[in-house]
Nanobody, 121 residues
Framework: QVALVESGGGSVQAGGSLKLSCTFSGIILSSCGMAWYRQAPGKERELVSRLESDGNTVYADAVKGRFTVSQDNAKNTLYLQMNTLKTDDTAMYYC???????????????WGQGTQVTVSS
């Protein structure tokens, strides 16, 4: 049974930092690894970052240079270090496993409950 539990969200002022965690179980990781997505009110869910099994990382342009994804394989935990937060980063953040398809790495088969990040000016 797949389980994904995100934590670490909260309310911070712009310029601040947060570190999100996602503990997962019941997942056999593919070469596409694990990903973080976010969804702001009234907007579609979007990819924030992906950490592939070979160590390759993918970041959305909006977070490049500010966010860092990492993983502790021994703890089955995915992290997202978020620095220099902006009000536009306000969203619910989710982790999800990725898998390889004819379109490349895709996600969305499983979602956790998410963790809310609110950045105020």
């Amino acid at each position: 049974q797949v389980a994904l539990v995100e934590s670490g969200g909260g309310s911070v002022q712009a310029g601040g930092s947060l570190k999100l965690s996602c503990t997962f179980s019941g997942i056999i990781l593919s070469s596409c690894g694990m990903a973080w997505y976010r969804q702001a009110p009234g907007k579609e869910r979007e990819l924030v970052s992906r950490l592939e099994s070979d160590g390759n990382t993918v970041y959305a342009d909006a977070v490049k240079g500010r966010f860092t994804v990492s993983q502790d394989n021994a703890k089955n935990t995915l992290y997202l270090q978020m620095n220099t937060l902006k009000t536009d980063d306000t969203a619910m953040y989710y982790c999800t496993p990725s898998r390889l398809s004819f379109r490349g790495c895709v996600s969305g088969d499983y979602w956790g409950q998410g963790t809310q990040v609110t950045v105020s000016s």
